[in-house]
């Protein structure tokens, strides 16, 4: 079929999307050859095919004549259940829980072997941190990261507490078997820690998203400067958002929005590619199957 | 080339692009068959490029069997100028322009002939709007897209202006001329209002992001109930909200992460696609060529 082999082993869209991929770290803009690097492939195929995604919106020209991501892109990636079903649900109990805390609040799903941040709310005076939206950050360091982890199937923590764990600051916690305590300290009370574990000075707890029927995996977050006190003291903020999240959600149910994000399973993607651990058909390996969290 | 012919006129990523365009409407999934027939391609077209897509990330799969656009878009997407810069830039703002409103706060830009919602940050209580961030408004008919369209190039107002102009509501301004007449007035005065055009019950007071040597593009609202009084009254706020975000603008610049949106130069695709009206090389046509706005 044509368009499925004018390079070794990848289609034509493989291409334009491994061109789409290159911009998933954190440059704004690239360049034609920086494009080429990334992906592999001869300048004269990176410029035709991101020729067509210009003209498509999917990128745009910058004024130092590279390429950046395009407002189209970003127009139908809002149209994600993430963005449009579990984020639209989750806003107005963000919002509240900003209201009370005034610290940065984050919402975040698990993907791959990461937490992907879906959304945060920040006051403008709040402690400077890493994340935003669209942003990876690391299961293990992080509270949110810990919330989703401790609520995951033990098959799927167990891949990750065996991978080496990297140490952002002295307080990472690097060990599997103490990380494994704290994930099971977690699920019993209903809510993750991070103490200056991602970045120093910077402190934060999260708790899942729970929904009957659903498995969690989706997480929120308050993220503080250390010298605020304890983040435990915003558990119970926490955990209530949380809960009033998933109840929200049950009502949205119905309309198909967020059931798929909250339980994880529709992302029935290649294995392979990195972004969700089940394939199409089969329970996904990151579900919550034993008994529910909390 | 291969993937270049393998139907009229289209190539495949065309085709690729033409079934995420398909998502661009309201409908969160769609089934293998209302693909076909919003792209006009063959089912088994659709369903070998949906499969990459999927495989890929761009799309994801539906418990009933259809497609949802993936969180693999979502998180290129938001690495948009729109939304790593602009709505980044943005935000702290907006959130301060809530705490002082507590009612809808969006942040738009114009895209072809429509506002384009970038942000919209929402009090759990407020009174229900139509916008969400990725949804599209009329020009003519909010306050957000009478300031965009206020502080636009004369030919690209005049070509709105010689459009049937849509009336959403008895109150909806359908005349060119009165039209024409509000914009010098917001042009004149620094701020546009909408009162109940859109929406029966909902009124809105916006203004232009401006800021030194660029040409605004983007524009800031609040969003009330119509009987929380006249709109005019948020007035100060929205301005000096908008006046704050583009002093921000001119900190980032040296970055490249937001002048670009706010000149609305890199849009640079292909006439016709209905992003933008600038071709590459040539100054945008909605740029602001005679003096700067209020």
Redesign the interface.
Known sequence: ??????GPRR????K??SI??A??GNR??MSLSDLARATGLPASTVH??AG???????L?????GGY??????????????????LR?TA???L??LFDVTRQHVQLA?I?GNDV?LIEK????RAVGTVG????RLPLHATAVGKALLAASAPDFQASILCRPLVAYTPYTVTSAHALSRELAEARERGFALSTEELTMGVVSCASVVTSPGLAPTAAISVVMPADCGPPRRWAHSVTTAAAAIGRASVQQRG???I??QLTG??????PG?G?SLES?GRPPSNRVSDKPFR
């Open positions: 079929m044509s368009g499925n082999n004018s289609t034509v869209l493989a334009a999307t789409l991929d911009f998933a704004v803009s035709r095919l067509e995604l210009v003209a498509w919106g999917g745009e020209r910058t004024e130092d950046a991501v395009g407002l189209r892109l970003w127009e139908i990636g809002a149209r994600s259940r993430c963005s449009h079903g639209e806003m107005p109990f919002q509240d799903v993907d992907l709310i920040s006051d403008p935003r939206p669209g942003g309309s198909g929005a059931s798929a399973a529709p992302a029935s993607r290649t590619t972004a199409a």
